[in-house]
């Protein structure tokens, strides 16, 4: 079974910046895109930041210049740099990996952890 464990969330002031991680660990598997997608109450899933296994990325204009994405295919881990921070990026940060399986490429999620960003 494949697990992913997020970490790096936090209360922060507008400017301040903040990493964010997201580790598999289970059995053998390759993983092949990465994905940070946020979640703030009463609106709906948006898609931060992807990183392909030979990592090339893309942004969501929202955070384009701030985010930076990145991976460690040996260590199954990937990051998000957040510099800038503000009060709009405030949003409970979930990480998402397509991981191939016997039965085909399977998505799994983060438990997610909680960005705010307050003054």
């Known amino acids: 079974q494949v697990q992913l464990v997020e970490s790096g969330g936090g209360l922060v002031q507008p400017g301040a910046s903040l990493t964010l991680s997201c580790a598999a660990s289970?059995?053998?598997?390759?993983?092949?895109?990465m994905a940070w997608y946020r979640q703030t109450p009463g609106k709906q899933r948006e898609l931060v930041a992807t990183i392909t296994r030979d990592k090339y990325t893309n942004y969501a204009d929202s955070v384009k210049g701030r985010f930076t994405i990145s991976r460690d295919n040996a260590k199954d881990t990937m990051y998000l740099q957040m510099n800038s921070l503000k009060p709009e990026d405030t949003a409970v940060y979930l990480c998402n990996f397509k991981i191939a399986r016997l039965s085909g490429t399977v998505d799994y999620w983060g438990q997610g952890t909680q960005v705010t960003v307050s003054s």
């Open positions: 289970g059995s053998s598997f390759i993983v092949y895109t």
